[in-house]
Protein backbone atom coordinates (compact mmCIF):
# COMPACT_ATOMS: atom_id res chain seq x y z
CA UNK A 1 0.00 0.00 0.00
CA UNK A 2 2.93 2.66 0.14
CA UNK A 3 4.55 4.38 2.89
CA UNK A 4 1.46 5.51 5.33
CA UNK A 5 1.11 5.40 9.12
CA UNK A 6 -1.45 3.06 10.24
CA UNK A 7 -4.46 4.69 11.51
CA UNK A 8 -4.97 6.78 8.30
CA UNK A 9 -8.16 5.46 6.99
CA UNK A 10 -8.97 8.54 4.52
CA UNK A 11 -5.56 8.30 2.85
CA UNK A 12 -4.49 5.67 0.64
CA UNK A 13 -1.68 5.43 -1.47
CA UNK A 14 -1.15 3.39 -4.48
CA UNK A 15 2.11 2.71 -5.49
CA UNK A 16 5.66 3.59 -3.47
CA UNK A 17 5.89 7.66 -2.67
CA UNK A 18 10.02 8.87 -3.58
CA UNK A 19 11.79 11.62 -4.53
CA UNK A 20 12.45 11.26 -8.23
CA UNK A 21 15.60 10.71 -9.94
CA UNK A 22 16.23 14.41 -10.57
CA UNK A 23 15.85 14.90 -6.76
CA UNK A 24 11.72 16.78 -6.77
CA UNK A 25 8.38 15.48 -5.24
CA UNK A 26 5.86 16.96 -6.45
CA UNK A 27 1.60 16.54 -5.76
CA UNK A 28 -0.64 17.48 -8.55
CA UNK A 29 -4.24 17.82 -9.44
CA UNK A 30 -4.92 16.49 -12.68
CA UNK A 31 -8.48 17.73 -13.09
CA UNK A 32 -7.07 21.37 -12.68
CA UNK A 33 -3.16 21.76 -12.94
CA UNK A 34 -2.03 23.22 -17.05
CA UNK A 35 1.16 21.10 -17.80
CA UNK A 36 1.84 23.67 -21.02
CA UNK A 37 4.55 25.68 -20.61
CA UNK A 38 6.51 26.47 -23.80
CA UNK A 39 7.77 24.26 -26.68
CA UNK A 40 11.38 26.00 -25.60
CA UNK A 41 10.88 26.71 -21.96
CA UNK A 42 13.55 27.80 -19.76
CA UNK A 43 14.30 26.67 -16.29
CA UNK A 44 12.85 29.96 -15.15
CA UNK A 45 9.65 29.67 -16.93
CA UNK A 46 9.17 26.46 -15.24
CA UNK A 47 9.49 27.54 -12.06
CA UNK A 48 7.36 30.42 -12.05
CA UNK A 49 4.69 27.70 -13.52
CA UNK A 50 5.06 25.56 -10.98
CA UNK A 51 4.71 28.61 -8.56
CA UNK A 52 1.89 29.71 -9.80
CA UNK A 53 0.04 26.12 -10.01
CA UNK A 54 0.89 26.35 -6.51
CA UNK A 55 -0.87 29.57 -6.56
CA UNK A 56 -4.21 28.25 -8.08
CA UNK A 57 -4.26 24.95 -5.64
CA UNK A 58 -3.10 22.77 -8.47
CA UNK A 59 0.22 21.21 -7.66
CA UNK A 60 2.92 21.44 -5.21
CA UNK A 61 6.00 21.17 -6.24
CA UNK A 62 9.38 20.73 -3.72
CA UNK A 63 13.06 20.07 -5.35
CA UNK A 64 14.57 17.95 -2.38
CA UNK A 65 18.28 17.61 -4.07
CA UNK A 66 19.83 15.36 -5.88
CA UNK A 67 21.24 13.86 -3.14
CA UNK A 68 17.64 12.38 -2.12
CA UNK A 69 17.53 10.43 -5.62
CA UNK A 70 14.96 7.61 -4.28
CA UNK A 71 14.27 8.61 -0.49
CA UNK A 72 10.66 7.62 0.29
CA UNK A 73 8.27 10.00 1.35
CA UNK A 74 6.38 9.60 4.33
CA UNK A 75 2.98 10.95 3.64
CA UNK A 76 0.43 11.25 6.33
CA UNK A 77 -3.21 12.63 7.22
CA UNK A 78 -3.17 15.63 9.62
CA UNK A 79 -0.15 17.69 10.57
CA UNK A 80 2.24 16.87 13.40
CA UNK A 81 1.46 18.32 16.80
CA UNK A 82 4.26 20.58 16.11
CA UNK A 83 5.13 22.00 12.61
CA UNK A 84 8.82 22.92 11.57
CA UNK A 85 9.76 26.19 11.13
CA UNK A 86 11.53 25.21 7.55
CA UNK A 87 8.80 23.60 6.53
CA UNK A 88 7.07 24.58 2.91
CA UNK A 89 2.97 24.91 2.48
CA UNK A 90 0.62 25.52 0.13
CA UNK A 91 -2.93 24.28 -0.23
CA UNK A 92 -4.28 21.91 -3.19
CA UNK A 93 -7.53 20.77 -4.37
CA UNK A 94 -8.37 17.66 -4.44
CA UNK A 95 -11.49 17.55 -6.98
CA UNK A 96 -11.35 13.36 -7.73
CA UNK A 97 -10.93 11.81 -4.55
CA UNK A 98 -6.79 11.33 -5.87
CA UNK A 99 -3.32 13.44 -6.36
CA UNK A 100 -0.91 12.00 -8.81
CA UNK A 101 2.40 11.83 -7.69
CA UNK A 102 4.18 12.55 -11.03
CA UNK A 103 8.17 12.85 -11.87
CA UNK A 104 9.87 15.88 -12.40
CA UNK A 105 10.03 14.05 -16.48
CA UNK A 106 6.62 13.58 -16.50
CA UNK A 107 5.97 17.36 -15.83
CA UNK A 108 8.94 18.81 -18.16
CA UNK A 109 7.27 16.36 -20.63
CA UNK A 110 3.60 18.08 -20.19
CA UNK A 111 5.38 21.67 -20.08
CA UNK A 112 6.85 21.02 -23.63
CA UNK A 113 4.07 19.49 -25.54
CA UNK A 114 0.80 20.73 -25.40
CA UNK A 115 -0.45 17.69 -26.01
CA UNK A 116 1.21 15.40 -23.47
CA UNK A 117 -0.60 14.62 -20.34
CA UNK A 118 1.64 15.22 -17.20
CA UNK A 119 0.25 11.74 -16.13
CA UNK A 120 0.26 9.66 -19.94
CA UNK A 121 -0.43 6.31 -17.76
CA UNK A 122 -2.64 6.74 -14.36
CA UNK A 123 -2.10 2.90 -13.70
CA UNK A 124 1.50 3.64 -13.49
CA UNK A 125 1.56 6.41 -11.43
CA UNK A 126 1.83 7.05 -7.68
CA UNK A 127 -1.38 8.03 -6.56
CA UNK A 128 -2.24 9.24 -3.00
CA UNK A 129 -6.49 8.84 -2.60
CA UNK A 130 -8.18 11.86 -0.27
CA UNK A 131 -11.39 12.55 0.33
CA UNK A 132 -12.05 15.67 -1.91
CA UNK A 133 -11.79 19.02 -0.47
CA UNK A 134 -9.16 21.81 -0.07
CA UNK A 135 -5.91 20.16 1.85
CA UNK A 136 -2.99 22.15 3.59
CA UNK A 137 0.07 20.46 2.46
CA UNK A 138 3.09 20.59 4.71
CA UNK A 139 6.70 18.97 3.61
CA UNK A 140 9.79 18.61 6.23
CA UNK A 141 13.07 17.80 6.06
CA UNK A 142 14.39 15.58 9.09
CA UNK A 143 17.56 14.33 8.24
CA UNK A 144 18.03 11.95 5.02
CA UNK A 145 13.39 11.24 5.44
CA UNK A 146 10.94 13.87 3.66
CA UNK A 147 7.40 14.50 5.26
CA UNK A 148 4.61 15.37 3.97
CA UNK A 149 1.20 15.69 5.56
CA UNK A 150 -2.09 16.73 4.11
CA UNK A 151 -5.11 18.28 6.29
CA UNK A 152 -7.90 19.48 4.98
CA UNK A 153 -8.62 23.02 5.70
CA UNK A 154 -11.25 26.09 5.64
CA UNK A 155 -9.93 29.64 5.14
CA UNK A 156 -7.36 29.50 8.57
CA UNK A 157 -3.68 30.61 7.56
CA UNK A 158 -1.18 28.30 6.51
CA UNK A 159 1.23 26.74 8.96
CA UNK A 160 3.88 28.07 7.33
CA UNK A 161 3.17 31.26 5.39
CA UNK A 162 4.02 31.09 1.48
CA UNK A 163 6.25 34.56 1.80
CA UNK A 164 8.84 32.29 3.06
CA UNK A 165 9.67 30.81 -0.05
CA UNK A 166 11.82 32.63 -3.14
CA UNK A 167 8.67 32.98 -4.98
CA UNK A 168 9.48 30.10 -7.37
CA UNK A 169 9.56 26.56 -5.25
CA UNK A 170 10.90 25.29 -2.00
CA UNK A 171 14.21 24.31 -2.53
CA UNK A 172 15.46 21.91 0.47
CA UNK A 173 18.87 21.18 -1.20
CA UNK A 174 21.65 22.24 1.58
CA UNK A 175 23.41 23.11 -1.83
CA UNK A 176 21.19 25.25 -3.21
CA UNK A 177 20.36 27.12 0.52
CA UNK A 178 17.43 25.96 2.60
Not at 32 to 38: A, I, R
Not at 80 to 99: H, N, Q
Not at 104 to 115: E, G, H, P, S
Request: proline share 6%; charged share 20%.
Amino acid sequence: MGNVPSGSQDLRVVGEIQVDEDGFFALVNTSTYEGFVDEDWSLPQLLEHFAAARRLASAFVVFVGPEADGTAVNVRLGHPKRVPDDGASARIDVTDGVLFVPSFTDLTMAAQFADSAVVEHPERTTQVHVPGGTYEILAWRTGESLHVSLERVGEQPLAVPTDQWDGTIAWFSAQLGN
